[in-house]
């Protein structure tokens, strides 16, 4: 791509002289390193607006520099405000955050344009490998890109990036595997357009799946995906301290590439992870400050910090803060992170204020532990089933764009902080999928065994190898201080938060069976914010699908009827895997029809229907939300009732269950049984052993009454049957109103 010269007087703080690709390439210093924010738009009538608008949003991304690039012309300038708009339906734009030196985006080369937010750690040893000349990592990305095209060039690279590549009609949209760097995009009737942040774009904008590489055609207006391979569990290393050993030198790895030539900090917390990047931080002469937030004197974290930094000679910044700079600064922490979700929230509220601190200390760059728990079993909810921990680790790190980094990300950058973490490093993930569950958690309760032995081989002091796992928004006391200003507020935590952000959270399909689990997990995330949009409905012709709900099925258009939502209904044959073909089918209608960001699942302990469940979501680019998993199941029956839900059973398959327990109302007398069966016959009390299936009949999502009004059982055996309803309406709620009892055909 050639790019015009600018002919117009310089002013002060004026744009850089239009440059060609030649004089461009000198223009780049060597070995610089940079960070920043990328936005453009294609075939976009309001190109113009988005562009000048986005940059303005998101200049805290960069604020060293910035350019524009609109398939013409070139410029540089110092700031967004410097720029020259462009008429041009396309255009692309960047805005720098210098680490070392600096090197100005959008880069070209002969036909083609790459604006990025990349380190590629690799980029010295590809440049002697492929004989390239390269000025920075973001220049040997775009020679390598224009030498094998997309897919190849992204297994050559190691490192956290988002980028666009513009090359003639097409233009490709990529970021980094588990989604360290983020990447938005909205494509409408009035164009197709990306950007780092979500608040440049305009609504509807769908924050790019890591595992997606999107591919717009300017000619044809089309948009094509493809999908990339995650990482692959093999459990083939056994032995604790070969893996450690191993271990210990990829961490050492990842840590040391990451070090930066400018002032360093770190998120502090005492604990397993942030000590051990932080002790090798100053083993490789890095002076690095850390930084603990709390909103007490007396919090566990506060201690904990003290003697961690003592331990290993490290200056200790404390940050307290109360209730009222929560208050206070909530608006800015909610408008940065787009979400009113609590958790993220009181985790958000640390990051801010240890970002801010650091950044008044004039840091550029900080470390962060995040990772090590997704990788090494340090969540409960984890360590809870020792055979599946390696499948509860890929599926947290699966979701951990959603969940984590991109919270992350926006806050640091907010504060001019370039974020590293080294344990998501994609050679420690590899290797941790390699690892037997035995090495990460085991009986006695022990999390992170073999990070706990990696870090006892390189030196750091027992005392902290020791350290037990606690979550930030817990030990800081942020959930706590939360919880107060609700209170005062009078409201939930989730109802204050949106009281400051109205803006609804991602909108969600509900995968709706019926059942009690699909319906809570709904209720679940509509109170924390979450708009439900549409009911997908599998209706499966096995009655026996591993898969898929199949008692009174049809009972839950109903359902979706009195919760006022469209209906996505899919018929299935119920053939193993082949289903999954079916699922694709109805959440693709779901996204498209409804434009649905993600899912809410009823999981709560089966494997085998969330991992398909979440692999298909994600090749569709859609989030998954399974609050139930690994929830007390004794506790989840007690929590429904008391949250207002009528269940009645719709199906046995149990010692200790007969006909009488089909079709009544459950209440906390058959809760208590449930419980004594479970110690009894070690029978699931929620049902997910396939002991019974639940319909709910009443609950607070719903606007009418369900009321069956024909039914007949069918039993297999004694302990074995089905209650078929045969006729059921939709009725006004009547708090005072009895429920017809049951009338019963009975069919042996």
Not at 201 to 224: F, H, N, S, V, W
């Amino acid at each position: 791509m050639i790019a015009k010269k600018n002919t117009k007087k310089r002013a002060r703080h004026a744009p850089t002289p239009f440059l060609n690709p030649c004089d461009f390439l000198i223009f780049l210093q060597t070995q610089k390193k940079t960070m920043c924010g990328i936005i453009g738009a294609f075939n976009h009538e309001d190109a113009t607006t988005i562009i000048t608008a986005g940059l303005e949003l998101i200049k805290h991304r960069g604020r060293d520099g910035c350019g524009l690039y609109d398939g013409t012309t070139l410029q540089h300038a110092h700031t967004p405000n410097d720029i020259t708009p462009s008429p041009s339906p396309n255009q692309v734009a960047h805005v720098l955050h210098s680490i070392v030196g600096h090197a100005s985006q959008p880069l070209l080369s002969e036909n083609a344009c790459l604006v990025a937010n990349c380190e590629i750690y690799n980029w010295k040893t590809l440049c002697k490998e492929e004989h390239i000349t390269a000025k920075n990592d973001a220049h040997l990305l775009l020679a390598l890109l224009d030498k094998y095209g997309i897919e190849q060039t992204l297994t050559r690279i190691r490192g956290v990036y988002a980028f666009c590549y513009w090359k003639q009609d097409e233009a490709w949209l990529a970021r980094d595997i588990i989604g360290i760097k983020p990447l938005w995009y909205a494509n409408t009737p009035q164009g197709f357009c990306f950007a780092s942040e979500k608040k440049a774009l305009p609504p509807g904008a769908r924050e790019l799946c890591p595992r997606t590489l999107l591919r717009y055609r300017l000619a044809t207006k089309t948009l094509d995906e493809t999908t990339r391979p995650f990482f692959t569990i093999q459990e083939r290393e056994h032995d604790l301290n070969a893996a450690a050993k191993t271990l210990s030198t990829l961490i050492e790895t990842a840590v040391r590439i990451r070090i930066p030539e400018k002032k360093t900090g770190i998120l502090f917390s005492g604990g397993l992870d942030s000590s051990l990047i932080a002790f090798l931080l100053k083993r490789s002469g890095v002076n690095c400050a850390c930084y603990t937030v709390t909103t007490s004197q007396r919090s566990p974290v506060v201690a904990r910090a003290k003697k961690a930094a003592c331990l290993l000679g490290l200056d200790l910044n404390l940050i307290t803060i109360n209730k009222e700079d929560i208050a206070r600064n909530l608006p800015a922490i909610l408008g940065l992170i787009e979400d009113s979700n609590p958790v993220k929230a009181s985790v958000a509220i640390t990051t801010f204020f240890a970002s801010k601190k650091a950044a008044r200390d004039g840091n550029k760059v900080i470390f962060s532990g995040a990772g090590a728990d997704e990788l090494f079993a340090g969540y409960t909810r984890i360590k809870k089933e020792r055979n599946t921990i390696n499948k509860d680790c890929y599926s947290e790190l699966l979701k951990t764009y959603e969940k984590n980094t991109y919270r992350d990300d926006v806050i640091t950058m907010h504060h001019c902080l370039e974020l590293r973490t080294p344990y998501l490093d994609t050679d420690i993930a590899t290797y941790a999928f390699n690892l037997h569950p035995s090495l990460k958690a085991d009986t006695t309760g022990e999390d992170k065994i073999v990070l706990r032995r990696a870090a006892h081989l390189l030196g750091l002091p027992a005392e902290l190898c020791s350290t037990p796992k606690k979550a930030t928004q817990y030990d800081s006391g942020t959930t706590k201080a939360l919880t107060t200003l609700a209170k005062e507020a009078r409201t939930t935590q989730a109802g204050f938060l949106q009281r400051i952000r109205p803006a609804p959270n991602p909108r969600l399909a509900i995968l709706l069976s019926g059942g009690k689990d699909s319906l809570y997990a709904a209720f679940i995330m509509q109170r924390m914010n979450y708009p439900l949009t549409c009911a997908v409905i599998l209706e499966s012709a096995n009655k026996d699908s591993f898969m898929f709900h199949t008692p009174n099925i049809s009972l839950a258009k109903l359902q979706a009827e009195s919760m006022n939502l469209p209906v996505v209904l899919q018929p299935t044959s119920g053939t193993k895997e082949e289903e999954l073909n079916d699922l694709h089918a109805a959440l693709k209608r779901a996204r498209d029809q409804h434009s649905v960001e993600g899912i809410v699942t009823g999981a709560i302990a089966s494997n085998y229907q969330r991992d398909r469940i979440e692999a298909v979501a994600d090749r569709l680019g859609l989030k998954t939300f399974s609050p139930l998993w690994h929830t007390n199941q004794e506790q989840e029956l007690r929590d429904l009732l008391n949250a207002g839900f009528t269940i009645i059973l719709s199906s046995i398959a149990a010692d200790g269950l007969d006909k009488t327990w089909l079709g009544r109302e459950l209440t906390t007398a058959d809760v208590d049984a449930l419980a004594k069966l479970h110690a009894k016959n070690r029978i699931n009390i929620a049902g997910e052993g396939g002991e019974f299936e639940s319909l709910v009949t009443d609950c607070p999502l719903f606007t009418k009454t369900l009321r069956i009004e024909q039914a007949r059982t069918e039993m297999e055996n004694e302990h074995t049957g089905r209650l078929i309803i045969t006729r059921a309406v939709l009725k006004p709620k009547n708090p005072s109103s009895e429920h017809l009892p049951l009338r019963h055909a009975d069919t042996h």
